[in-house]
């Protein structure tokens, strides 16, 4: 289907290709998150199929590229398999050849386009921090950049195409895994550049990135550069309700993984709030009697630990051991520390930060038998303090369990709810 101003064209090869409209309406939420998992890398076709393959109606997406002041192209939508995982290939097929663009022209051209204001600002970031790259790398103002492969029509609607992609699924915020690379060389308009190429480096400078032991280029320009200049933090998926899955299909085929670009839509939940940090302290014994471990336990807590506790273990040459745990504020981690190796007679310890989030509680206390009881009370939950349970039931000859059971009846008596009354 052609563009009305027969600038660009849309070519679907197969049922699959141009995504489902279905899942491309957009409920109109500002918290729609896309996710691009880069974990063979990404291009920028990769990029720009992704988001069609998780829904991005191409239909639109070239009815936006239609702003763009420029003629010649096709792009060319089909389903293909990589390492056995369904995914879009995305072509951009172009008369031209041979033209290279500065910087200033390309950024000219997108400024002026007619297009929607948010693929308008995203385009120009992208295009902004490729020439801001080129200028640095070649020691020449930003004025002087001339774009060869990145200036290409075809790489100009990737990028565009692109943030056009994004509009049409209306995402509000792009966050990006660590980046892949390959290794090797590559032959460039400057001769043949290492990989990643120096400009791929450079655009992902203070972004996580990782080698691997492909001899590919994984990660173009382009791709770094629409990831660096469109992404609002790099990391692990963020808290999100899935609403659709897509992937961008490298050119080849890869040996020993899917050469795909993943991209995972949603609607942004609330990240969990920070936790409360605390030092996870541990250290493994084969020789200490069950009453020292006994003893340590008391000993850690009596210095302050949250918790202490026990796990038993098979260490090496079949010997059973234990592992002894203690939960401390990092102020205090030093102290037990030193209890923990005291008692022990460990030779040495490991430590780890944590987070926890300990559920709101309060103290209450209610009398059995005329003797105090404490119970820990929190939201759907009362639990009696044994130490208090067992002194009551020595004292009376009650069981234990039946003290627990009168110490809650004691408390849920004042707190129940009142009885309805009858008109």
Known sequence: MHDPDGAGALTVVGDAAAGTPERAAADGSEGTVAWFNCFCGVAGDMALGALIDAGADADAVVDILGGLEVQGWE?????????????????????????????????????????PERVRRRALAVFRALATTEAQLHGRSVEQVHFHEVGALDAIVDVVGTCAALEVLDVAE????????GHGMIRSAHGHLPIPAPATVELLRGAPTFGTDVPLELTTPTGAALMAALASRFGAMPPMTVESVGYGAGDREIADRPNVTQVVIGRAEAALSAGQEVQLLETNVDDVTGETLAYTIEALLGAGAHDAWITPVVMK?????????????????????????????????????????????????????????????????VKVEHDDAAEVAAATGRPLREVSELAIEAWRRPHAAPEPVEE
């Open 75 to 115: 792009l060319v939508v089909s389903p293909t398999l990589r390492g056995g995982i369904a995914a879009s290939d995305v072509t951009v097929r172009v008369s031209e050849s041979g033209v290279v663009r500065t910087a200033s022209h390309i950024l000219g051209l997108v400024g002026e386009a007619e297009l």
């Open 317 to 381: 040459k079949g010997r059973p051991a234990h592992v002894v745990s203690a939960l401390a504020d990092p102020a205090l981690a030093s102290g037990l520390a030193d209890v923990l190796l005291a008692e022990t007679g460990s030779l040495g310890l490991r430590a780890t930060t944590l987070q926890r989030w300990p559920r709101a509680r309060a103290t209450a206390e209610v009398y059995v038998d005329g003797l105090p009881v404490r119970l820990k009370v929190a939201p759907g939950r």
């Open 174 to 181: 792009v966050h990006v895994s660590p980046i892949a690379q």
